[in-house]
């Protein structure tokens, strides 16, 4: 029960800290199945889901030999689809859902062979993927630079528009029932081995039988989780361009493009509304976020070089996020050391893309079922033991 | 007198019809000398002296052969300091002023010939300029590259705060008793050969018998001036950096660097608050003010070339400007075909550098007195009987 004697007002049968893509999706589909869900979330723009591209590519994040990795990823792309026109329905607004494909492009023969390599992996995935020479590439992408020496189609790769997803997620959770609080949570309240609420920046506390600690790479700062689990979670900066195209000028791609340039990856990904995002660095910066010229220079060069008239897009916005990751890449999706504490954390550059398997997961945690096989090698268990570092315990 | 009947209220020895540092400056010195000044400008953000570098620098800006537009920037450098510091003086803000010189950087062995060029000219003129070796270029600047070919110290070019001495020149402005309308003059009104007043975009009138058009490159839309000056400005766009150090770091520059980057200038100027300026572009696109991912890269890119550092500091804005431009790049101050009606504009790349200088010569006109000679090449009067084309008149 509160330590400090503070007079408990809210009450829920959840609380979700944390209202990111995975956070709100959760509070949705928790209060869809009849929960009485809070969510509490500080400020909106802090989320890395505000800052993604919104690519629903499976393999193509998974590294070689995450084979676990792959396979939430692949339950996670044949899921998504019926998640967002669920999620259509219920708000009348459209995500931006893309099927047209990724065309990956090798830049160099040694970037050729390298994409070589990938495509086996992804064939033994059993996804499908069509080799391109240059000329065919740029059949499908005519703006692409004769450069490039060869590409792979991967028609099974979908976007989606990541603001206007986590727009509608928060429009459905509210619809649903779902209770806004703008505070942060500092300490989950435990006692007799359960959860009993969570305690807030303001001084308040909110009772719950159920908590989700959904605070993506700040989850570590939640005092009452195991010290291990603090720390295992750290901010992997991003850095991301949004291009728009000026007024009257066509679209410049159609399909996702991933690029490798002597080496370096970058993305472009269009909207359907006339944007271009194009991303993204990985930085191990800790909490920084500022966008600085070197990372703004190198994803526009890369972008150029492959797509020269990038240069005649307008630089709409530059931005940078705090992806959630983790020492093995993975999620951290499940009980956390006490009956009722879950955590839906840790997924670095996929937390779109599983947010609906996720929230599947955790209300089927909620509601006394199992999650998917999937999830197993993924419960925050796996963490227990490890020695904690200094990062999550301040 | 007004044409359509519309209620005069507001009155004035003189209108000044743009609020960037021009029209503010002159606003400022006329009603210091007594005049009662209403200065009209329909939203600050328009100004291309928001989005300048503030750079002081007299002849790099002035091409050869244009030896009376030297004349004209010698006598504004001249004055610059003392305009500077009353200005000061009147606010008690400093506006940034910075001596340390500036250092002009070849890239390569094309560039470095054309800055011994430049140089010879810059020495015709009668000013200091000290060459200097790629290590001795080091020593002044440490984070240069040492592929830099050479350089030349330029120990007389000076550079401010443009925002700074914008603000500052609005605070004195109202200090001395201008009153400012948010609103747009549309037509300056005559009669009998003499300035009326003007009429405002909301359809109101302000009766003066003194009008000073210094709109910037939208002086062309200002109806009742003649139409061949209306067809002399146009709009020059320029796109901008600002970059930031992050916390921390100190200055990477205290010298503003011009850097010719294998024919491709770029200049990059230090603030005393932590800014670092870098510009510019110089595009024919009409009022187009968007920013555009290819300028971005390149302004980077050449900034990088030369001052690598540059890639860590923070990119904090981007942003366009539209100078006003002229057919022989000369500004238009003076008379402009009617008594008391006056003209302030096309000061292209030097209207920081400019503004004291033009001030005091509208000022005179204002009062009666002969503006310095410096400004006889200059008078609106020489566009006069030139066929007006379409731009101007529309």
Redesign the interface.
């Known amino acids: 029960m509160p330590a400090k004697g503070v007079l408990v007002a809210v009450t829920a049968d959840v609380v979700v800290a944390g209202g990111g893509v995975i956070g709100t999706a959760i509070a949705w589909r928790a209060a869809a199945a009849g929960l009485g869900v809070v969510l509490v979330d500080p400020a909106r723009d802090e989320a890395a889901s505000l800052v993604a591209a919104g690519m629903l590519a499976p393999v193509s994040e998974a590294l070689f030999g995450e084979g676990a990795l792959l396979r939430v990823n692949l339950l996670a792309v044949a899921r998504f689809g019926s998640f967002a026109a669920e999620l259509e329905e219920a708000t009348g607004h459209r995500v931006g859902v893309r099927r047209e494909g990724t065309l990956a492009v090798a830049y160099d023969p040694g970037d050729y062979a390298a994409l070589m390599r990938l495509t086996a992996f992804r064939r033994s995935a059993g996804l499908d993927a069509e080799e391109l020479d240059s000329r065919a590439c740029r059949k499908l992408e005519s703006f692409l630079t004769p450069d490039v020496h060869g590409g792979v189609l991967f028609a099974g790769d979908w976007s989606v528009d990541n603001r206007r997803y986590a727009a509608a997620l928060q429009q459905a959770a509210a619809a649903a029932g779902v209770r806004v609080v703008r505070d942060r949570v500092t300490e989950v309240l435990t006692g007799d081995g359960q959860a009993r609420g969570v305690r807030l920046a303001d001084g308040g506390d909110i009772a719950s039988a159920q908590v989700v600690v959904a605070a993506g790479c700040w989850s570590g700062a939640v005092a009452g989780l195991p010290a291990e689990l603090r720390a295992a979670v750290r901010p992997v900066k991003g850095q991301l361009?949004r291009?728009r195209h000026?007024d009257g000028m066509p679209p410049v791609i159609t399909h996702t493009i991933r690029a490798t340039v002597r080496g370096a990856d970058v993305y472009l990904v269009p909207r359907a509304d006339g944007e271009v995002i194009v991303g993204a660095t990985q930085e191990e910066r800790g909490p920084d976020r500022?966008?600085?010229?070197?990372a703004?220079?190198d994803l526009?060069?890369d972008?150029?070089s492959v797509l020269p008239v990038?240069?005649?897009?307008?630089?709409a916005e530059?931005c940078a996020g705090l992806r959630p990751g983790t020492p093995d890449n993975g999620p951290v999706v499940g009980e956390a050391g006490a009956g009722g504490l879950l955590m839906a954390t840790g997924h670095y550059r996929n937390g779109i893309l599983m947010s609906p398997v996720t929230a599947d997961a955790i209300v089927a945690c909620l509601t006394g079922q199992r999650p998917a096989a999937e999830w197993e090698p993924f419960t925050p268990g796996r963490f227990a033991g490890q020695p904690a570092g200094g990062e999550g315990t301040r």
Do not use: R, Y
């Open positions: 361009l291009l000026p500022t966008v600085t010229a070197g703004v220079h526009l060069h972008a150029m990038t240069s005649e897009l307008i630089l530059t």
